[in-house]
C-alpha cells in the first residue's frame, strides 16, 4: 500500500467566516477599517490583533471551541501642552505670579 499525501487543510479565511456565525469577520472588517482611516489621518501606525484561543470540549476527542479577542490600537492624536506657572505657594497659574497688571485693562491686581 503506497502512503497517500496527506489531505491539505481546510483554508483558514473559510473558517475564520464561521467563528461567532460569521459576526467575527464582519467585527474585523469594520475594526481594520477603523485603524486604516485612523491612520491615515495621524500619519502615525496602528495595529489590530486577533487571538484565536482553541479549547478542547470535555468529554470528546474530536470537537473543540474556538473563541476569539481581539485588540485594536488605533493612534492617537497629539495634544497640546498647556504652560503653566508655579506661584509662590506652589498653585498652579495661566498668569505669571510676577506680572503686575492694569486696573483700566480689567485685569486684577
Known amino acids: 500500500m503506497a502512503d497517500q499525501p496527506e489531505p491539505e487543510p481546510r483554508p483558514f479565511t473559510e473558517i475564520l467566516a464561521e467563528v ?3 459576526f467575527l ?3 474585523l472588517s469594520a475594526r481594520l477599517h477603523g485603524v486604516v482611516e485612523a491612520v491615515r489621518n495621524q500619519g502615525k501606525p496602528g495595529a489590530l490583533s486577533v487571538t ?6 470535555s468529554g470528546t476527542r474530536d470537537s473543540v ?3 476569539a479577542a481581539v485588540r485594536e ?10 504652560h503653566f506657572f508655579v506661584t509662590r ?3 498652579l497659574s495661566r498668569k505669571h505670579p510676577s506680572q503686575m497688571t492694569d486696573p483700566a485693562l480689567g485685569g486684577e491686581e
Request: no cysteine.
Open 20 to 22: 461567532e456565525s460569521g
Open 25 to 27: 469577520a464582519t467585527d
Open 52 to 57: 484565536l484561543k482553541v479549547t478542547p470540549i
Open 65 to 67: 471551541q474556538i473563541s
Open 73 to 82: 490600537k488605533r493612534p492617537e492624536p497629539e495634544r497640546a501642552p498647556s
Open 89 to 91: 505657594s506652589g498653585d
